[in-house]
């Protein structure tokens, strides 16, 4: 007897051996991604709790140092103010993989009624707002530290290195401050080690869970800021001859500004917008302003067209304003640059979450004229973005509360095809590229 239950119990240990060998690293990342599920949700609405404005993110820095370190992941912190990254070396040689999550909240007050509800109030801007994670950045940070856990757990099966870069201010850092991704960039959060591609993702209430939406090129649109500043001749409003008029000239200007788009780009290459968000001048009803201010927002998603819309307005606006007697001053401020996915990275990643969510679910989108500080990685290196579903359930996309609204809401229950998505990548490219170039 004693020697049958040995045998029984040396074959068992056997087959338990055997088959541990012969799991293979999708299937050890798509068990490790279910076991972290209610884990990513737990990180998640305490983020959401707490959420915090772009370069003050203090308390979530903290919280992400604490985890990367307790994994035993290389910690290096106070980048670009409050950023964090993350360094796990593969047991193996092979490219240096990063991945983007980004966590700052908006100056929006929630009205979503959850028992994780944001209460935090803070001054912007010189008002009182409420502060909300109204764009998802919570849920990415969430991902990305399940991403850290899995991948940590398969360390001495990875071909390569891979950077966990967790982003502050992507929605713009305070006035009078750099930050988000351009100021990562600047100070070399690609190098040492150098990093050969970038992967992320942004959560989208309007797009149904377990699906994702990708684009090839331009996905996203590059984001300047237009001020133009009108100088008339101030008179009375009864006499207006004796005088320049800045506001009928400005309303000349504005509606100079939108024959530049529809008459003046090749619409069927790519979208473009010019917005006038607002115009300021005058104090009283009989006084014609000596001066008008107006401010705007471009946005372009081809480089030709980028730079053809720039010298455009400063062509349009200085020009009628000559015409009547004025000057026009023009400034504009590139923030963003496009949101491009390097096509080549982009084909060769699909199969992969194509495999995870399925071939139906993973579907092109159009180019989005929104944009994303990820493009100042993607100048860099190749990088590849893109959307995952989020939408709460039952809901249609025209019923889905937008992103950047106090209603904005998401189904915590897409976050895990994220986990799964960015490990996938991650172990797919270095198994694709065993070594580095």
């Known amino acids: 007897m004693k ?4 045998s029984v119990l040396f074959a068992n240990f056997l087959f338990v051996v055997t088959a541990s060998a012969q799991t293979s690293i999708p299937e050890i990342i798509d068990k490790r991604s279910n076991d972290l599920e209610n884990k990513v949700i737990d990180w998640r609405r305490d983020f959401h709790q707490h959420p915090e404005l772009g370069n003050r993110e203090f308390r979530t820095a ?27 070396k593969g047991a193996k040689p092979g490219p240096v993989v990063a991945l983007r999550a980004d966590m700052d909240g908006l100056p929006v007050t929630e009205r979503v009624d959850i028992p994780f509800k944001s209460t935090v109030t803070t001054e912007y801007n010189g008002q009182k707002t409420g502060v909300m ?9 969430s991902i990305l530290l399940a991403v850290a856990e899995v991948l940590a757990g398969i360390q001495k099966d990875l071909n390569g290195t891979v950077k966990f870069i967790f982003q502050p201010a992507e929605e713009g850092a305070p006035d009078g401050e750099e930050g988000g991704a351009k100021l ?16 992320g993702l942004h959560i989208n209430s309007q797009t149904e869970v377990g699906s994702i939406k990708y684009r090839p090129g331009a996905t996203m649109a590059a984001v300047d800021w237009l001020s133009i500043d009108v100088k008339g001749k101030q008179t009375h409003g009864a006499a207006p001859w004796s005088g320049v008029d800045p506001i009928v000239t400005s309303a000349q200007i504005i509606t100079g500004l939108q024959t530049i788009v529809s008459r003046n780009l090749e619409l069927t290459t790519a979208p473009a917008v010019i917005t006038i968000g607002a115009i300021h001048g005058g104090i009283r009803q009989n006084i014609i302003p000596e001066e008008v201010k107006m401010i705007g927002t471009i946005r372009t998603l081809d480089e030709a067209m980028h730079q053809k819309v720039h010298t455009r307005i400063r062509e349009v606006a200085t020009n009628i304003a000559e015409s009547a007697g004025a000057t026009a001053d023009v400034k504009i401020d590139v923030l963003y640059p496009i ?20 071939v139906d679910k993973v579907v092109l989108t159009p180019a989005q004229t929104g944009a ?30 937008p992103h950047h609204t106090p209603d904005f809401y998401i189904d915590e229950s897409g976050m895990l095809l994220g986990v799964k ?10 198994e694709k590229h065993p070594v580095k170039k």
Do not use: W
């Open 421 to 430: 998505a960015l490990s996938r990548l991650t172990v797919d490219y270095m």
């Open 133 to 141: 994670h109204a764009c998802g950045h919570d849920t990415h940070v």
């Open 184 to 199: 990562m960039v600047k100070e070399n959060v690609l190098k040492n080690p150098d990093v050969d591609v970038i992967f």
């Open 62 to 88: 903290k919280i992400i140092e604490n985890h990367l370190k307790s994994l035993g992941i290389e910690v290096i912190t106070g980048v670009a103010h409050t950023g964090v990254v993350g360094v796990l």
């Open 339 to 358: 949101t491009y996915n390097d096509p080549t990275l982009t084909e060769e990643m699909i199969p992969t979450l194509r495999e995870l969510a399925g």
């Open 3 to 6: 020697n049958v239950s040995f």
């Open 372 to 401: 994303e500080d990820f493009s100042f990685f993607q100048e860099k290196v190749p990088g590849f973005f893109f959307f995952l579903g989020g939408m709460p359930k039952g809901k249609k996309p025209s019923e889905a509360a």
